[in-house]
């Protein structure tokens, strides 16, 4: 057996101590990442905020160029280190850690001199002086990401889900804290990614007080680099792939700028827009992966179990991100009067189609957690690609086509429903999960946002609401941010009723099930108030039925 193989697994007279503990740990864990991801929406949205205050739509249009190109220096990015160890399971930290620690930190290093080298290049070939900083600043944090990587995951195959929910919240703390230090300081893009130099120095020290581990003074042990090569590759270059799929646009509507096709004002405007619709549901994602794929890791040989936590994790996570992002669809139109005037009005349909389409990104991510964890390395790859590939394909038809951020979003949108989809629902089903019983977990909840969403727009439009600002005595623009607040109120309440209303009829089992992860304290009183069978720990459910998964809470 190799050194980096797993053992047998455990034998069957400790499996069900062992399924009672996981469960635990993985519900406090969702317990501690639902409150980390409330925290992080409060940060992100006062960023956002004070960000769309402070900058424009060119400091928008390079951060998003500089992303865009930053996905090449990705594929060398930390090679594949986290997710092996985390797969290879605390037994193999030890020996693993060293070799990891210093093969990833030469990819690190290598990714963050290439792309250091290339940012003035690069900033002289698009015209964009401000290109270069702001590149060398993402070189550094990518050099800086090393130790994060080895602390992360020796917390996340721990089950430290209450230390990785509190260094999640306090590098949100950080970075968005500095992103508005930076911009009031006049530094324009630069504000977006020196805070992520910060970040990196934060979380690496952090991480050691946390751990108490010091991989660097464990031996590189080159000899075991060919072998850890032939285990990682296909996760660097999966990584790439992860990049195109999640930068590949800026990178296309970078090139398209070059040609003249697609303007920087367009460009700034669906780098805005993205940045407000991402804010929750990319918090939503991380930390649900954050718990799931050590999760699903240690379930590995166990398919049936395996099979019921993603499907479990699925409805979960659509249920919040559908509401999340439908939420802020129906409400974004009136929010951007109250937060910045009509300076970013122009914006306003891209926030709506990314935030009602946003939902379908997130598929990815259970989709990433599912096959990692069987060690699927090259399927995940090929599978990842040709999405990110069609995403940028879909980018360039729409920059082709219109040089409007809005009719660019909603085409990349309707790509995530008809081509990305599927795709993640073919992944999946080779990870044992049947495809019906995927797209049950993810059509119905995302249905019911959407006839919400648009039966709140219908019914709130049919109500004429008189002026509230009229009657303060204040200034024209004080009179329509405080109308357009109570318009963001009344249009919030009632989507809120109506999404709630709506899963209580037609998915009280993912409502159930959202509901179960919460803090104890709170889930029986709202399961009793919403008069919701109860899903017990190990899988029963109050009130007769069966329960969502055998093992309901053991499974995630």
Not at 391 to 420: H, K, P, R, T
Request: glycine content about 10%; overall charge positive.
């Amino acid at each position: 057996m190799s050194e980096v193989d797993i053992p047998a697994p455990i034998t069957r007279s400790e499996e069900k101590p062992r399924e009672q503990a996981l469960g635990r740990k993985v519900s406090h864990g969702m317990s501690w990442m639902v409150i980390a991801t409330l925290i992080g929406k409060i940060l992100s949205f006062g960023s956002a905020w004070v960000l769309g205050i402070l900058l424009d739509k060119g400091d928008y249009a390079v951060y998003g160029i500089a992303m865009g190109l930053a996905a090449f220096a990705q594929v060398l990015r930390d090679g594949g280190m986290r997710q092996i160890l985390i797969q290879k399971r605390a037994h193999r930290y030890d020996k693993l850690s060293g070799p990891m620690f210093w093969f990833s930190g030469a990819f690190n290093g290598g990714a963050g001199v290439l792309l250091g080298l290339a940012s003035w290049p690069i900033a002289w070939a698009y015209n964009e002086p401000e290109l270069g900083p702001v590149l060398l600043a993402t070189a550094v944090s990518i050099v800086l990401t090393t130790p994060l990587g080895v602390y992360r995951a020796k917390m996340a195959v721990d089950l430290q889900f209450r230390q990785l929910a509190s260094i999640n919240t306090w590098s949100a703390v950080v970075r968005y804290v500095s992103m508005i230090a930076f911009a009031w300081m006049g530094m324009g893009p630069l504000a977006f990614t020196l805070p992520l130099v910060l970040r990196s120095i934060f979380e690496g020290v952090y991480g050691y007080w946390v751990t108490h581990d010091s991989p660097w003074m464990r031996p590189a042990r080159l000899r075991l680099w060919g072998e850890l090569w032939g285990k990682s590759k296909w996760l660097i270059f999966g990584t790439f792939a992860m990049s195109l799929l999640r930068q590949g646009d800026y990178l296309v509507l970078g090139w398209l700028t070059i040609a003249n096709m697609v303007t920087k004002e367009a460009v700034g405007l669906y780098v805005f827009a993205y940045q407000i619709a991402v804010q929750i549901n990319v918090l939503v994602a991380v930390n649900l992966q954050t718990v799931l794929f050590p999760a699903l890791s240690k379930l590995t040989n166990e398919p049936r179990r395996h099979a019921q936590a993603v499907l479990r994790a699925t409805r979960v996570m659509m249920l919040a991100g559908s509401g999340f992002g439908l939420g802020l669809a129906c409400t974004f139109e009136p929010l951007q009067t109250v937060l910045w005037g009509e300076k970013w009005s122009q914006s306003v349909m891209a926030v709506i189609w990314m935030a009602a389409f946003f939902p379908m990104r997130l598929l990815t991510s259970v989709l990433n957690s599912a096959q990692l964890s069987k060690g699927r390395y090259g399927e995940w790859f090929w599978l990842t690609m040709v999405q990110g590939v069609g995403m940028m394909l879909a980018a360039a038809l729409a920059g082709f086509l219109w040089d409007d951020a809005g009719e660019i979003s909603l085409i990349i949108g309707i790509y995530f429903v008809i081509g990305v989809a599927p795709t993640v629902l073919w992944g999946l089903q080779r990870c044992g999960v049947g495809w019906k019983d995927n797209l049950a977990s993810i059509l119905p909840t995302w249905l019911v946002a959407c006839g919400a969403a648009a039966a709140t727009v219908e019914l709130v439009g049919l109500v004429t609401l008189p002026s509230v600002g009229s009657y303060a005595h204040l200034d024209a623009e004080a009179i329509d941010r405080l109308d357009a607040c109570v318009q963001v109120m009344l249009l919030g309440t009632v989507f809120s009723l109506l999404y709630l209303l709506g899963l209580r009829t037609f998915t009280p089992r993912s409502l159930a099930e959202t509901i179960d992860i919460g803090p104890a304290r709170f889930r029986r009183p709202i399961a009793r108030l919403l008069r919701l069978p109860q899903v017990e720990r190990m899988g029963k459910v109050k009130g007769g039925g069966q329960a969502p998964a055998a093992n309901g809470g053991a499974d995630l």
